[in-house]
């Protein structure tokens, strides 16, 4: 139990276009989600937190309309990263809480960004 | 804000013997302590956990100690194997709010 999937798994794109990162939680339900971005060699870094039906909360520092969030369902949450420049390039990953948990993440296998 | 505070950052053990990661946390209100293993390219998965109401926790060769005083905890790996070799991350959290990560620390266990 307790699977997150993320698609696409790699992308690589044209700097200009905005790219759709998809996080699944397969077997739960998910209240919540959250989105992360980790450089080579470095911590996990919040990047916002996904509640379903409602507005994402993002983390200082964080542009809203940059990177645009939405939890449509109780299993799915979408990062879009819109203009997409090269210094955007990372390693995005979600997490997901169970519905009525209140601490443990299960995290996603991650989405590789490369913006050319 | 929480600050988690992590060391060291790099670890290098012979097979066979103990490895310890320790940290720090600075909001008292934290009550949640979970320990994450990432290898590279490939998602943290969650190997132990703590509740600020218990001191120590053990699974087979991970066991995880917390002092709540002193606002720190360990992760204990013992006969480590070189399948233990990887970044291992930990984290602090009060109840329904987000994690605060450590730094991480590269683990690398010689053969």
């Known amino acids: 139990g307790a699977v997150v999937s993320q698609h696409p798994s790699r992308v690589i794109c044209k700097s200009g276009t905005s790219v759709k990162i998809e996080c699944r939680s397969l077997?739960?339900?998910?209240?919540?989600m959250f989105w992360y971005r980790q450089f080579p060699k470095q911590s996990l870094m919040l990047m916002a937190t996904?509640?379903?039906?409602?507005?994402?909360?993002?983390e200082q520092g964080v542009e809203k309309d940059k990177f645009l969030i939405n939890h449509a369902s109780l299993t799915l949450s979408t990062l879009t990263v819109t203009s997409a420049h090269p210094e955007d390039s990372s390693f995005y990953i979600c997490s997901a809480r169970y519905r009525g948990s209140t601490d443990t993440q299960y995290f996603g296998p991650g989405t590789r960004l490369t913006v050319l | 804000g929480e600050n988690v505070e992590q060391h060291p950052s790099t670890l290098s053990v012979q097979e066979g013997d103990s490895a310890v990661i320790k940290c720090t946390y600075s909001?008292?209100?934290?009550?949640?302590f979970p320990w994450y293993k990432q290898e590279l390219g490939k998602r943290p998965q969650l190997i132990i956990d703590?509740?600020?109401?218990?001191g120590e926790k053990k699974d087979q060769r991970i066991a995880v100690t917390l002092n709540k005083t002193a606002k720190h905890f360990s992760l204990h790996i013992t006969e480590t194997q070189p399948e233990d070799s990887a970044v291992y991350f930990c984290?602090?959290?009060?109840?329904?709010?987000?994690?605060?990560f450590g730094t991480g620390t590269s683990l690398t266990v010689i053969p």
């Open positions: 703590i509740r600020s109401n218990v």
């Open positions: 077997d739960f339900q998910a209240t919540t």
């Open positions: 984290a602090a959290s009060s109840a329904g709010n987000q994690f605060y």
């Open positions: 996904s509640n379903e039906g409602s507005k994402a909360t993002y």
């Open positions: 909001d008292s209100a934290s009550n949640y």
